[in-house]
């Protein structure tokens, strides 16, 4: 049986929820991380020694960075489902989650953290808008290449759309001004519609905000 450590407010946890739906496979999960504590043990340490979530045992099997985890499922238990068939379709879902990884997910979460982690005395709307400059600039990207397909790779869902997909709920559900991504937004219609997404990506943040102080 497949395990999964990793609480589930996580989106790097979830974006490994969510392929793992998609590839109906069976799997334990486990609660570590945030609230849930447990990355200072001993047993998780020597899973993964960067004390970060999600970790992934399946058999003998260990790994840790979700996306290092979500192209061993793919290739391990989904290469004609998910992963791609050829060469240049999987280069192209290697090449959208690096720019994920690099060009938003960085900023990405300094929005949510601004919006949603801190209190509202502690927020700096210098670094929220910094964050949102480069956020949005990626987004105009991602909107055009969309204009010519349903997903990154064509007709279904593959690796590459994963990365960015999963921080949509959060994109759509936070409290900001969003430019208009007419693509972005048919995308993400399209995605609730999915079980798999709506079931592990559709999930409430609420716990991870900060409490605001009160006199």
Same mark, same amino acid.
């Given at each position: 049986?497949?395990?999964?450590?990793?609480?589930?407010?996580?989106?790097?946890?979830?974006?490994?929820?969510?392929?793992?739906?998609?590839?109906?496979?069976?799997?334990?999960?486990?609660?570590?991380?945030?609230?849930?504590?447990?990355?200072?043990?001993?047993?998780?340490?020597?899973?993964?020694?960067?004390?970060?979530?999600?970790?992934?045992?399946?058999?003998?099997?260990?790994?840790?960075?979700?996306?290092?985890?979500?192209?061993?499922?793919?290739?391990?238990?989904?290469?004609?489902?998910?992963?791609?068939?050829? @060469?240049?379709?999987?280069?192209?879902?290697?090449?959208?989650?690096?720019?994920?990884?690099?060009?938003?997910?960085?900023?990405?979460?300094?929005?949510?953290?601004?919006?949603?982690?801190?209190?509202?005395?502690?927020?700096?709307?210098?670094?929220?808008?910094?964050?949102?400059?480069?956020?949005?600039?990626?987004?105009?990207?991602?909107?055009?290449?969309?204009?010519?397909?349903?997903?990154?790779?064509?007709?279904?869902?593959?690796?590459?759309?994963? @990365?960015?997909?999963?921080?949509?709920?959060?994109?759509?559900?936070?409290?900001?001004?969003?430019?208009?991504?007419?693509?972005?937004?048919?995308?993400?219609?399209?995605?609730?519609?999915?079980?798999?997404?709506?079931?592990?990506?559709?999930?409430?943040?609420?716990?991870?905000?900060?409490?605001?102080?009160?006199?």
């Amino acid at each position: 049986m497949i395990k999964l450590f990793g609480r589930s407010t996580s989106i790097n946890v979830q974006k490994v929820m969510w392929v793992l739906a998609e590839l109906n496979l069976k799997y334990d999960r486990f609660d570590v991380g945030g609230a849930f504590g447990g990355l200072n043990d001993a047993e998780y340490i020597a899973l993964n020694p960067h004390q970060k979530v999600p970790t992934l045992v399946d058999d003998t099997v260990v790994l840790w960075e979700s996306n290092a985890i979500l192209r061993y499922l793919a290739d391990a238990y989904g290469r004609d489902v998910i992963f791609g068939t050829t @060469p240049a379709a999987r280069g192209t879902s290697d090449m959208w989650m690096e720019w994920y990884q690099n060009s938003v997910y960085p900023n990405f979460q300094a929005i949510f953290h601004q919006k949603v982690r801190l209190r509202s005395t502690e927020r700096s709307s210098d670094v929220l808008a910094r964050a949102q400059d480069v956020v949005f600039k990626q987004f105009s990207l991602f909107d055009s290449k969309l204009e010519s397909t349903e997903f990154i790779n064509g007709d279904h869902l593959t690796l590459g759309d994963v @990365p960015m997909a999963a921080c949509l709920y959060r994109y759509f559900t936070m409290d900001i001004e969003r430019p208009d991504y007419p693509q972005i937004a048919r995308y993400y219609e399209s995605l609730t519609q999915r079980s798999t997404f709506s079931e592990n990506v559709m999930i409430n943040y609420d716990s991870l905000r900060t409490p605001e102080l009160t006199d």
